[in-house]
């Protein structure tokens, strides 16, 4: 699966931007597709994700203020941040995971775009 991150860029606080994820598969097809993040000098971090059958999750820094969804139309994988804080700037990938469950558990088989920079001022 390959992805394209787009969609970064520097905002003052308070604003919104829009992140999307271009993928040459079918999105509805894949097992799961998220949303993570690095900051500099941190982890990367889970920021919201979406599986194949349409169940949610989000970090609890961003409940409330980020949306994930899905667009069949264009296959792209979408996160509106909205109420942007200078604690939400990093670099933000795409990540497709088309694991399969055998022998007993789930194998993961991850993907990752290559990143969009998000950079909020105060």
């Known amino acids: 699966v390959q992805l394209q991150a787009f969609g970064g860029g520097s905002v003052q606080a308070g604003g919104s931007l829009r992140l999307s994820c271009a993928a040459s598969?079918?999105?509805?097809?894949?097992?799961?597709m998220g949303w993570y993040r690095q900051a500099p000098g941190k982890q990367r971090e889970l920021v919201a994700t979406i599986t194949r059958g349409g169940s949610i999750n989000y970090a609890d820094s961003v409940k409330g203020r980020f949306t994930i969804s899905r667009d069949s139309a264009k296959n792209t994988l979408n996160l509106q941040m909205n109420s942007l804080k200078p604690e939400d700037t990093a670099v933000y990938y795409c990540?497709?995971?088309?694991?399969?469950?055998?022998?007993?558990?789930?194998?993961?088989?991850?993907?990752w775009g290559q990143g969009t920079q998000v950079t909020v001022s105060s």
């Open positions: 598969e079918n999105i509805f097809s894949i097992n799961v």
């Open positions: 990540k497709a995971d088309t694991g399969t469950y055998h022998s007993g558990r789930y194998h993961p088989d991850e993907y």
